[in-house]
C-alpha cells in the first residue's frame, strides 16, 4: 500500500497530472489532493520556475475555484505574473 502511494507521489513530481493518473490507478481526484496534502507537494504551474517545480504547499496562494484550493503557480510566479499585468 505504502508503495503504491510513493509511486503515485513519484510520478506526480515528474510531472503527471492528477487526471492522467486517475486513467492509471483510478480513485477520486479527493484521493490524490489528500495524498499530496500528506506528503505536502505540490508542482508549480511554471515548469522554469526558479524556485524548483516541487514545492511545499505553503508556498502557494489560496485559490478556491481549484479543486486542491490553491493557485497552480507558486507565490513567486503568481507574483510575477500579475507585475506582467500592469
Ligand atoms: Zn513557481
Known sequence: MKK????????YKNGYKIR?????FGEDTNYYISLLKHFDV??????NCPNGRIQSRS????????????????IHCANKVSDNLT
Not at 503504491?4 to 510520478?11: H, P, Q, R, S, W
Not at 505540490?42 to 515548469?47: D, F, R
Not at 508556498?59 to 507558486?74: A, E, P, T, W, Y
Open 4 to 11: 503504491k502511494l510513493d509511486y503515485i507521489v513519484t510520478l
Open 20 to 24: 492522467r493518473l486517475k486513467t492509471i
Open 42 to 47: 505540490k508542482l508549480c504551474g511554471n515548469k
Open 59 to 74: 508556498n502557494f496562494g489560496k485559490d478556491r475555484s481549484q479543486v486542491d484550493g490553491l493557485k497552480n503557480n507558486c
